[in-house]
């Protein structure tokens, strides 16, 4: 018997904070449609909030209205009144590039002596401000590599919860109704190391209490600059810079007016073994506060950028970051492949939506970079928590985000929840880890971690690694054989192939101090191991490849899958790598857009060659070909899409007779 489905209903969408409530309109524009059943409207709005840095944001809405009220769905925000730009050649002039520009209005707010970036600022803003001013600034090619907007983030935390006080997330023994060691196994990984002070960490949030008797022995100093001398003696364009720097305020007391970035400094770095309050991850590491997040837990993307990249330049180790809002930016994923080329990890929320990434992305936690780990956050029950974000591709793992407990600024101690919370739990791991086995790369420091893991049904299928952080076994690995990566080999072709990729290469690192034997082995017969056995030095590596062969050719159509377990016979330490073979019919049609099909289009559908002068306002520049030729179907081949949201346009493909066919998939590649 079939179950009836219920049809959607007003009281289903989910609704987001408007966090610009109250706030002045400056000017606002706004367009409806609808789109089923529901009125779907799009809004720009201008506005004043006097008690942020910069008080003019431009804010994009998405709403559903009905008899019932509008409800807010999306919302973007970024400053109204000036652009974020980065110049093809840093001796380029500001005269030059004013006068390029031909804009009487505008002018350089600030120059970004660490991420070599700058704001345009435009006099008399209006809500088209900043999408004419990227256009304008965009077709300066010679002289501009990109502008973008300056997104406005926000600290990814939830309301206190003041029923909870101990460490679950680190030791969980079914305190308050949880889950007995549903947590990171922290107790049993002290006995292997509790840190050091070599490691050091940034903190890029809201600041830290520089006097909480909890972190102050764990507060870093910049060896490179002499205390109140009022000179720039590191000259990396920051005077008096010893303990990091405030880029909302612009001067060199990192202070937490907020109390997110003092919590999540605890959860990293709580100073362990002193009678007091917490217990970080890591007992002794170096903090550097890098506030960029205001008392309201609000910054500029702008200021996130230059925070990185100062990260970067002052040598730490790696980064959290317990932020998150606004589009993708160049900028700032310059600023993180930059950390990647210096070794620096960047770990990241994946942010409170509740929300799969896949479809939605969420930045910072989205960026490719690999040196990006992507956290999500669970529950003291071991369940992913309602509100975090989530993806098998774009989400690196699972750690304890819900009802934490943390320092808070003026000496004390509270309870946050939310991916914020998780991602230090994994920033302190990271810090852990090199102070274990201060000879990892900080590629190798991610790899144990997502290999570590305890595999959980609520993190399998929505993280990559399928798991939650566990602290003591990636510390035993750090110490043991370890296979990498620690991804599957997922394959895909046509009924007695090829298959692509047909094959996977893990290297196996003895990370012990002795020599070790070892051992691989596989479950299928269409899968063949380069290598079974063997004995490896300390610190010597091995590859061993994972090949589909000759039997694959019998292997139906549907989806295969093997398993290769890697064994350390000095330690009996196991880990496993799925083979993941989706076999498939042959295509009914295979085609490009070489020429013109003649499918029926309507409204602004275009068949012609793109230009590839897009992403001004969203995304990466467009592509000036097709996939597959020179050609394809796409709205406004020369640029970006209207802002304005219009009627329904459609481009109909086919017809393809399927009638002979059963399951049919349509695949087709797209730019955004």
């Not at 520009?101 to 809500?127: H, Y």
């Amino acid at each position: 018997m079939l179950a009836a489905q219920r049809a959607a209903s007003f009281d289903d969408i989910r609704v987001i904070e408007d966090r610009f409530a109250g706030c002045p309109v400056l000017g606002q524009r706004q367009t409806a449609r609808i789109e089923n059943g529901f009125t779907k409207i799009s809004r720009v709005r201008l506005i004043r909030k006097d008690d942020f840095k910069y008080p003019l944001i431009r804010i994009e809405e998405e709403l559903v209205g009905s008899a019932q009220g509008d409800r807010l769905t999306k919302q973007t925000a970024m400053v109204g009144d000036h652009v974020l730009v980065k110049l093809q050649d840093p001796k380029i002039s500001e005269a030059t590039l004013l006068a390029q520009l031909k804009d009487a209005g505008a002018s350089i707010r600030r120059k970004m002596p660490a991420s070599g970036t700058w704001l345009v600022a435009f006099a008399n803003p209006t809500v088209d401000t900043v999408p004419q001013a990227m256009a304008r600034l965009s077709a300066l090619k010679p002289w501009v590599r990109y502008a973008e907007p300056d997104y406005i983030v926000h600290a990814a935390v939830t309301p206190n919860d003041a029923s909870f006080d101990n460490l679950w997330g680190m030791n969980n023994t079914g305190q308050s109704a949880g889950v007995e060691d549903a947590d990171i196994d922290a107790p049993e990984a002290w006995d292997l190391s509790t840190g050091s002070s070599a490691v050091v960490v940034a903190v890029v949030d809201s600041g830290i209490d520089l006097t909480h008797p909890d972190l102050i022995d764990n507060l870093w100093t910049n060896p490179g600059e002499i205390d109140g001398n009022g000179l720039d003696d590191d000259a990396n364009g920051y005077v008096d810079d010893t303990r990091g720097w405030d880029f909302v305020n612009g001067d060199n007391n990192p202070s937490d007016d907020n109390s997110h970035g003092t919590h999540c400094a605890g959860t990293i770095g709580g100073v362990g073994d002193n009678s007091l309050g917490v217990s970080g991850v890591c007992w002794d590491v170096s903090l550097v506060g890098l506030k960029f997040l205001d008392a309201a837990g609000s910054g500029s993307l702008s200021d996130g950028i230059e925070a990185i990249a100062y990260a970067t330049h002052a040598g730490v180790a790696l980064t959290s970051n317990s932020w998150g809002g606004g589009g993708f930016s160049q900028a700032m994923s310059d600023a993180i492949d930059e950390a990647d080329a210096a070794g620096v990890l960047f770990i990241a929320a994946a942010g409170n939506d509740g929300t799969n990434m896949e479809f939605a992305p969420g930045y910072p936690a989205s960026y490719v970079s690999p040196n990006v780990i992507s956290v999500a956050a669970i529950t003291r029950s071991d369940t992913l928590a309602d509100y975090s974000n989530y993806g098998i591709t774009t989400t690196d793992l699972g750690a304890p985000g819900s009802e934490i407990y943390s320092t808070i600024p003026g000496g004390g101690y509270g309870i946050k929840s939310g991916t914020s919370m998780a991602t230090p739990h994994v920033a302190g791991a990271c810090a852990l880890l090199l102070s274990y086995r201060p000879g990892l790369t900080h590629s190798q420091v991610k790899d144990l971690l997502l290999s570590a893991v305890d595999v959980t049904p609520a993190l399998s299928g929505a993280t990559v690694s399928g798991g939650r952080l566990n602290l003591y076994n990636a510390l035993l690995a750090a110490d043991d054989i370890l296979a990498t990566p620690g991804t599957d080999l997922v394959a895909s072709g046509p009924i007695g192939g090829p298959f692509t990729p047909d094959s996977k290469t893990y290297t196996l690192t003895n990370n012990s101090a002795n020599a070790s034997n070892w051992t691989a082995s596989v479950d299928r017969s269409w899968v063949t191991l380069s290598g079974v056995s063997g004995n490896l030095a300390s610190g010597a590596s091995i590859e061993i490849q994972a090949a589909l062969n000759s039997e694959t050719v019998e292997l139906l159509a549907g989806d295969h899958t093997a398993t290769i377990t890697f064994t350390s016979v000095t330690t009996g330490r196991t880990q496993l790598r799925q083979v993941n073979l989706r076999v498939t019919p042959p295509p009914v049609y295979v085609f490009n857009l070489d020429s013109d099909p003649g499918w029926a289009r309507t409204g602004a559908w275009q068949y012609g060659v793109p230009t590839g002068q897009g992403a001004l306002l969203y995304g990466k520049p467009d592509p000036a070909s097709g996939a597959t030729g020179n050609q394809v179907f796409g709205v406004n081949l020369t640029g970006d899409y209207s802002t304005t949201v219009a009627s329904p346009e459609y481009l109909t493909a086919g017809p393809f007779d399927l009638s002979a066919h059963h399951g049919s998939t349509l695949r087709f590649q797209r730019w955004l």
